[in-house]
């Protein structure tokens, strides 16, 4: 069972540098989410997908982007690198939350390095 | 700003003892989830308490949620190093996580 794949597990990028991680799950899961996670913080999340074609801003969705033009998939973006977006993102998944209670299935995450 | 309060934020123990960590908001929750993160990968569910007052026991960890459903906390017995880990809640609907409890147990 794959579940949830991010790609790259790692990347340096420079100052300015552009990049967009990918996320596929193969759980038919509706909903979708993009988290960082740094010491001391958590996770906050970025964005999150409730389906195929929709987008919502999280707590910290400056500087990101992302889309979801397939189910399976949710891409998130990084327009211009800052030194402040070093972190370890972590992508995340599930039914819709008021079914169940149903959990977050999450990758094991992409460390991102902003020189 | 942090909905969920956990506390302590780092707790290191010899294998054996048992210990409680906390989960803490103002606001009310229709459920919490309990996650366990280990180093180089994601989180893992652990369990969802729903109704307030509910106790649910996993092995030898033990959780209960608030009568108010406004808190949270997991008790582990005589812990072992494999209970070793990042130890995070996060509230359904919401999701949003507290920063976690960083648990070591030394053998």
């Known amino acids: 069972n794959a579940g949830v794949t991010q790609t790259p597990k790692f990347r340096v990028l420079k100052t300015g540098q552009s990049m967009t991680l990918l996320c596929a799950q193969d759980m038919n899961h509706e909903y979708m989410y993009w988290y960082r996670q740094d010491p001391g913080m958590g996770l906050r999340l970025i964005h999150y997908?409730?389906?195929?074609?929709?987008?919502a801003k999280g707590e910290v969705p400056d500087g990101y982007n992302v889309s979801r033009l397939k189910k399976q998939n949710f891409l998130l973006g990084l327009e211009s690198a800052a030194p402040s977006q070093t972190s370890v993102y972590f992508c995340?998944?599930?039914?819709?939350?008021?079914?169940?209670?149903?959990?977050?299935?999450f990758g094991d995450g992409t460390r991102l390095s902003i020189l | 700003t942090q909905l969920l309060e956990q506390s302590p934020q780092f707790l290191s123990i010899q294998e054996g003892e048992n210990l409680t960590v906390y989960c803490n908001s103002s606001?009310?929750?229709?459920?919490l989830q309990w996650y366990r993160q280990e180093p180089g990968e994601g989180p893992v569910l652990l369990v969802t308490v729903v109704t307030g007052g509910e106790v649910k026991k996993l092995k030898r960890l033990t959780f209960q949620f608030g009568d108010a459903r406004k808190d949270s906390s997991l008790h582990i017995t005589a812990a072992q190093p494999g209970d070793t880990g990042l130890y995070l809640c996060?509230?359904?609907?919401?999701?949003?996580f507290g920063a976690g409890t960083r648990l070591t147990v030394k053998p």
């Open positions: 997908s409730v389906g195929e074609g929709t987008t």
């Open positions: 606001s009310v929750f229709s459920s």
């Open positions: 996060a509230g359904s609907w919401d999701m949003r």
């Open positions: 995340a998944s599930s039914y819709h939350p008021g079914q169940g209670n149903q959990p977050q299935h």
